[in-house]
């Protein structure tokens, strides 16, 4: 772009330009600004309120980072025993860390701190739980397809890491509560063969708990984590920008064009209005509703337990594999493999992992190599949506199983009944929800199909000549009836005959097969309905015409 003209004013001097517009052709002669501003401020995006879950994650995130830094100023991240003396009085003259002092200096004499400290901690677990419902509405309609997979990864990555960056802050303020929640992680790492008790005193620096685990948690939590994690929330938008915005199916919309608004200056608009409201909220629950007060649990010692310990919900997952799992032990060879541990220690990474895979897994099945920029309804996909409701399932019921003693005392149950309930659940729950959720899917698919070919339900009753009385059914509008069949259904993957023509026998490797199998089970004929085709409809309606 080259230099722009100066126009001449009323006397017939040429009038400069603005500062501003000066400031711009500056950049734009040096970085290419225009073009790229040009392309890119006016990217169009579909509007529906499911892609704000993304946008809660997002604002969340900048919040964390915001009252991180403010907290990071008063914060001492050391394991150096002091003897507090300050506002809080029941704890004058106890024993404690600076790291546990710090906090309640931050709660209780800093201007704003516990405000600050109680609106990261919100603003924490809004974030995972953000990230966990964006990540179910990307896979239940399918938006992980081409060209989308490392995207979904960056997202996996992005929910994996939150994870692991809320524990490392939780167990900073080295309160009874969070104490308990190290000493747990540290004997789930001691449950790994051989190397355990080496990772154990890399990580603590010695014997539990060691001066060294706050010190080296801080930088983790403060640099390492939300480092890694800023660039991938920079990867992931950027990618959002290349690939054109998923939508759902509609009138006028197909995977060459987005219906919507432009990025400047609606959308950037409201999603400044919706940062504000997001943040309000936040605030609003960081005044109100207290979490995590560590006043009321007391520094860590190794020898007390807090009554009704519970990790935040997202580890609950974790936790619960381990509560309810036996106390299986092997001894062997003068060593003893904790497999009560060991086992539900390494679940939870094996099935994140397997949800991290999943697109892969779904691509080589079906075999599509086509880009999707439409999104799937659920119901049009009833295995994959099975096994979302599965997973979900599996969930609640361990998250029951990490809280099963506080289950037990606010419904005055027996501990034993509801670990045993959660071990039964564990196998028979995911199966059932899968089974009923792909029949749930069926029946709308037979639903739409009814919809398409005989019209909506009026609710008008219509007697005819001959005294029989039948509902009037108004017929769909053309883009109601292309919005409920523009789905492609896949055709299973066949391995084909075993013996050609000539009677040679084909090799078919194990992969092949288990491909094809996976397949039918997937995408057979008894996992969705046809859809009505257009010689099923024209006959229908002229058959209605000449009633």
Request: aromatic letters at 12%; a positive charge; glycine letters at 10%.
């Amino acid at each position: 772009m080259g230099a722009r003209s100066v126009g001449a004013g009323r006397n017939g001097r040429p009038v400069q330009p603005a500062k501003g517009e000066r400031l711009a052709d500056w950049a734009d002669g040096r970085l290419g600004l225009y073009p790229m501003a040009k392309t890119n401020l006016r990217k169009v995006f579909p509007d529906h309120w499911s892609f704000m879950l993304g946008e809660v994650c997002l604002y969340s995130f900048i919040v964390l980072i915001l009252t991180g830094v403010y907290l990071t100023l008063f914060f001492e991240p050391s394991g150096i025993e002091v003897v507090y003396n300050g506002s809080y009085e029941p704890l004058n003259g106890v024993i404690m860390t600076r790291a546990y002092e710090s906090t309640l200096d931050i709660s209780f004499d800093v201007r704003g701190g516990l405000l600050i400290r109680q609106i990261h901690h919100w603003a924490a677990l809004v974030f995972v739980a953000g990230m966990l419902v964006h990540m179910m509405r990307v896979f239940f309609t399918g938006a992980f397809r081409k060209p989308r997979e490392v995207n979904w990864v960056f997202g996996w990555t992005l929910l994996f890491l939150g994870i692991i960056t809320g524990l490392t802050g939780y167990s900073l303020p080295d309160d009874l509560l969070s104490g308990t929640g190290v000493r747990f992680a540290q004997g789930a790492i001691l449950s790994v063969p051989v190397v355990g008790t080496y990772l154990s005193f890399f990580l603590f620096g010695g014997e539990f708990p060691g001066h060294d685990i706050i010190p080296r948690f801080f930088p983790i939590h403060v640099l390492l984590l939300p480092g890694i994690m800023l660039g991938l929330v920079v990867a992931h938008l950027i990618l959002v920008f290349y690939h054109k915005h998923t939508q759902y199916p509609g009138a006028g919309r197909d995977q060459k064009s987005v219906v919507g608004m432009p990025f400047m200056p609606v959308y950037m608009a409201k999603a400044g209005g919706f940062f504000f409201l997001v943040f309000g909220v936040l605030s609003m629950m960081g005044a109100i509703a207290t979490v995590n007060p560590v006043w009321a649990f007391g520094p860590y010692r190794p020898d007390l337990v807090t009554t009704g310990a519970q990790p935040d919900w997202y580890l609950g997952f974790s936790e619960g594999l381990i509560r309810v799992m036996p106390g299986w032990e092997i001894n062997a060879f003068g060593h003893t493999l904790a497999l009560g541990v060991f086992i539900p220690f390494s679940l939870f990474p094996l099935i994140m992992l397997a949800i991290g895979v999943y697109p892969f897994i779904e691509s080589w099945i079906t075999g599509d190599t086509r880009e999707h920029h439409i999104l799937d309804r659920p119901r049009n996909a009833p295995t994959r949506t099975g096994l979302g409701v599965a997973w979900l399932s599996l969930y609640g019921v361990l998250l029951i199983g990490g809280g099963n003693d506080i289950v037990a005392t606010h419904l005055h149950l027996s501990i034993n009944s509801i670990t045993w309930f959660v071990r039964i659940s564990f196998f028979a729950v995911p199966v059932l929800a899968f089974v009923v959720t792909r029949r749930i899917c069926m029946g709308l698919q037979r639903r739409d199909r009814d919809k398409v070919l005989h019209g909506r339900e009026s609710g008008t009753i219509k007697r005819l000549p001959h005294g029989e009385f039948v509902e009037v059914h108004e017929p769909l509008t053309q883009a109601q009836r292309f919005a409920l069949t523009q789905h492609d259904q896949a055709t299973p993957y066949e391995v084909g005959p075993l013996v050609d023509a000539n009677g040679v026998t084909r090799r078919v490797g194990p992969s092949r097969k288990l491909r094809a199998r996976l397949a039918r089970a997937m995408y057979g004929p008894d996992t969705q309905i046809p859809k009505p085709t257009a010689e099923e409809y024209r006959e229908l309606t002229s058959e209605d015409h000449h009633h």
